[in-house]
């Protein structure tokens, strides 16, 4: 006798684009050659795996109040090897001690495999997190096609809260064979003739989104919704042709490529949230995604998805895009270009006991409100600047409370990655102080009585140390 | 409880203090050197005359080593003391009280500092170990904060302020260019201050002080031993020196237009030297320029001008040398130099000559008041410690 496991699927989902794009045309004007038509994103100086990561969970749990038992993120570029990047998620976003941190590093794979995982176990739920930067060599088609984003979907089963969108079924085809490499430590990928792996991907994606669909109970009138993701452009175009010519027109979705580049790990998750932020509710979705095989799930939208979407959508997040960003700060932020920098002390790394004794200020960016005057302490104290009351202080988290500018400066001495730096002074709503960098701002359009709001960032990196805190950004709504 | 004071207890009988700027060929040792000999000749004692030291310096050494080496003192007390750019007021203050508690009858405060051994612009901070969440802002960036804070506050124009800081920093050349000692001896004219290359806010690199190497001494003994050592003693009035709750950038009621911590200390000073209206009974004040939005500020907060004042009287040159109350008539931290740990003696070396009336004729100020007033401070707008001190000519 067989018992049908519990519903699972979908419980929540957010996805975070950074601020920045850069024009492909503008690779071209620099170099002669690359670059292309559109747009692709990209991560700030001060962003990496880990600080988009926490964006996009941010985003995702914002509007639930389900815990995740484990946290993964998946991802090819990860900030430490040795030293656990989801850990870091995980304090930023003030989980509970006894939810399981853990990282899927390597392939842009892990992404889209990670999330069929947490979307299919009725067991625990998860918070699964794909985040990636990608790029290459100046002039590369990898720096002009990639991109830079995070997704993060919570996953569990109906029983922890309403499903958004139910797990339907799912099917992978796995092949060695040799497309895309990078040794560890290199800054870019090397690639094999195109055309090589072109066929193997297309029989293993026809092959998985067949069987896929037949799991799913879908028969031959296919899904609502298609997403064709994946590292290989060619494979993909092809397939989705394929795909489209097979009677799937006009349910294949937009191909983010154009607009943010192929975001690696995070490509089929934050393109899928794409689709979830414009589908009707009791619609079918199919993702299939290319990488060292190909992986296909397929789900069904609930009612519930309509109340539970998050804000920013992905299609937000497009429309605010900074496309100023020119091409030699995109090569100074990504490592290519060494630039002089100023004549002051490199930034110290920051040590691990005081760290760890701050953790949830640093990380997780919770002050101290005295019990009895209210009087909000950012960083937290143990004696009350209102009153001097010792040690009557509880927790408050300021991540998500917004903030206006008191004043505000453009250091120009000070030591950056991108300088200037924008420091300014704010003012949270309902109490509490706070002198801060600011991120994602315009320099000369900063004025005081700005609204400003937290964002998770990754400050320097000193002694192989990345010294991770919170920075004010413009307010996005 | 109480702040007493040693009001006319102790006097400044010899000052000594080096050229300030960049000493190229001169090393920690030989500023200390020149600076403490100068001092015992200017009181004319030998160095076994001194019975304690009290050695300022932020960075430059540490222990009492760094003094007791290079003067090869035979085996008498030195302190080395740190408090940011207050650290040369701070030694001057201790080794007061030390005279005045009766334990030593002779005692040198004397400070140091060589901040053009490290390579870098600005100042070169030394934390403990942390956890990186500090701001790390420069201290132009910090001290800039005051400029959009104040203009807002009182309704001053952006053009009009830039115009007032540009004058506190031609004031301040003008008075360093009659200065042999100072680091910047030429005066600049206003279109230079303002056109130049912007540091931080609407700061340019003429409205922060100089960078620079430098020491300066004083030599302190009961009030009453005074005479034997010199007809002019510069007797101590005040003392008062204020370390703050560091509330500014967590208080959102602090509004970055005053420095608390020195309305404190010159609250505290007035009152132990007795002097009721500051305009009327001060003949010249040294105060912190650091920056010029500093010096502003420092006016009110000092009693200097009413508050949202002090632009209007900046403008009208009341701070200037033939002013109302001439205000760094030595040049300031602004022409003279900024050597931290010699900063603060540096301002009672020019109390020293203005009071005794042995300032280069062309600064000297002409009146019949005979109290200078020092102001020190050290940190960031909202989060400092502050030193005022009260000296005067006359005991009583």
């Known amino acids: ?477 | 409880m109480g702040s007493h004071g040693i009001k006319d207890q102790v006097a400044i009988v010899g000052m000594g203090c080096t050229r300030f700027g960049e000493h190229w060929d001169k090393g920690v040792d030989d500023l200390l050197i020149d600076a403490a000999h100068e001092a015992y000749a200017s009181a004319g004692v030998e160095q076994d005359d001194i019975d304690a030291f009290w050695l300022g310096t932020m960075a430059s050494g540490q222990s009492g080593l760094t003094l007791s080496r290079p003067l090869q003192l035979g085996y008498k007390p030195v302190s080395r003391l740190e408090n940011y750019c207050a650290t040369g007021s701070e030694a001057f203050r201790n080794a007061c009280y030390a005279v005045a508690s009766g334990a030593y009858d002779v005692a040198m405060a004397i400070g140091v500092e060589k901040l053009k051994d490290s390579g870098f612009s600005g100042l070169v901070g030394t934390r403990p170990p942390a956890d990186g969440t500090e701001a790390s802002l420069t201290a132009p960036a910090s001290f800039s904060l005051l400029a959009p804070a104040y203009a807002k506050k009182y309704g001053v124009e952006e053009s009009t302020m830039k115009e007032v800081l540009t004058r506190i920093a031609w004031k301040n050349h003008r008075n360093g260019a009659l200065n042999p000692r100072a680091q910047f001896r030429k005066e600049v004219a206003k279109e230079t201050i303002a056109g130049s290359p912007l540091v931080a806010g609407p700061l340019g690199v003429f409205d922060c002080s100089g960078v620079s190497d430098g020491s300066a001494a004083a030599i302190i003994v009961r009030a009453e031993d005074a005479h034997r050592y010199t007809d002019h003693p510069i007797y101590v009035k005040a003392l008062a020196f204020t370390a703050g709750p560091a509330a500014g950038p967590i208080d959102s009621t602090y509004d970055y237009t005053t420095f608390r911590e020195v309305v404190a200390s010159a609250e505290d000073a007035y009152a132990q030297a007795g002097i009721t209206d500051p305009m009327a009974e001060i003949a010249m004040a040294e105060v912190h320029d650091c920056f010029t939005p500093t010096e502003l500020v420092l006016m009110e907060d000092l009693g200097f001008a009413p508050r949202g004042m002090a632009w209007k009287e900046a403008l009208a040159g009341t701070f200037d040398l033939d002013g109302e109350l001439p205000v760094n008539p030595d040049g300031g931290l602004k022409s003279f130099g900024h050597p931290i740990g010699a900063s603060g003696l540096r301002m009672l070396f020019e109390c020293w000559l203005q009071l005794r009336g042995e300032a280069p004729p062309e600064r000297q100020i002409e009146t019949d008041k005979s109290l200078g007033l020092t102001h020190n401070l050290g940190g960031a707008p909202g989060a400092c410690v502050s030193f005022v001190s009260i000296v005067g000519a006359n005991r009583g």
């Open chain 1, 1 to 477: 006798m067989t018992v049908d496991p519990a519903p699972t699927g979908i419980l929540a989902y957010g996805a975070y684009l950074p601020h920045y794009r850069l024009e492909r045309s503008r690779i071209t004007e620099a170099l002669g050659s690359g670059g292309g038509r559109g747009t692709r994103s990209v991560a700030s100086y001060d962003e990496d795996v880990n600080s988009m990561g926490v964006e996009a969970a941010r985003v995702a749990l914002r509007g639930t109040d389900i815990v995740p038992d484990v946290l993964t993120l998946a991802t090819t570029d990860p900030p430490y090897l040795d030293k656990t990047n989801a850990t870091t998620i995980h304090a930023a976003l003030d989980l509970d001690p006894g939810v399981m941190a853990t990282d899927a590093v390597g392939g842009p794979r892990s992404g889209l495999a990670q999330f069929i995982l947490a979307a299919a176990s009725p067991w625990w739920t998860t918070l699964s997190v794909a985040s990636d930067i990608r790029t290459g060599r100046p002039g590369s088609a990898e720096e002009a096609l990639g991109g830079d984003a995070a997704a993060a979907f919570l996953c569990g089963s109906d029983a922890s809260g309403d499903l958004l969108a139910r797990y339907l079924g799912s099917a992978s085809v796995s092949r060695e064979f040799l497309d895309r490499w990078r040794e560890p430590g290199n800054h870019y990928s090397r690639v094999w003739e195109e055309r090589f792996a072109e066929g193997i991907y297309t029989e293993m994606a026809l092959t998985a989104l067949e069987r896929a669909l037949a799991k799913a109970g879908l028969g031959t009138e296919g899904p609502d919704h298609l997403v064709v993701s994946g590292i290989h452009a060619r494979a993909r175009r092809t397939v989705t042709r394929r795909l489209a010519a097979s009677g799937l027109e006009g349910r294949i979705a937009d191909d983010l490529a154009g607009v943010v580049g192929s975001m690696g790990a995070a490509d089929a998750g934050v393109s899928l949230a794409a689709v979830l932020d414009r589908a009707n509710p009791g619609e079918t979705i199919a993702v299939l995604s290319l990488s060292d095989g190909a992986d296909a799930i397929v789900l069904r939208t609930t009612d519930h998805l309509t109340a539970g979407r998050p804000a920013p959508s992905v299609a937000d997040q497009i429309e605010s895009g900074d496309t100023g960003l020119d091409y030699a700060k995109f090569l100074t932020w990504r490592g290519f270009l060494d630039r002089e920098p100023p004549r002051r002390p490199d930034p110290d790394r920051p040590a691990g006991p005081p760290s760890h004794r701050s953790e949830h200020w640093k990380f997780g960016f919770i002050g101290s409100r005295d019990r009895s005057t209210g009087a909000i302490h950012l960083p937290p104290q143990r004696v009350s600047m209102d009153g001097g009351a010792v040690d009557d202080m509880e927790p408050v988290p300021m991540a998500d409370v917004g903030a206006t500018i008191a004043t505000f400066t453009v250091d120009r001495l000070a030591y950056s990655m991108s300088p200037p730096v924008v420091a300014a002074v704010i003012d949270f709503d309902g109490g509490g102080r706070f002198q801060c960098e600011m991120t994602d701002v315009d320099p000369d359009r900063v004025a005081i009585g700005d609204r400003v709001e937290m964002t998770f960032r990754r400050l320097f990196t000193a002694d192989g140390v990345h010294n991770y805190f919170w920075k004010a950004r413009p307010a996005r709504s």
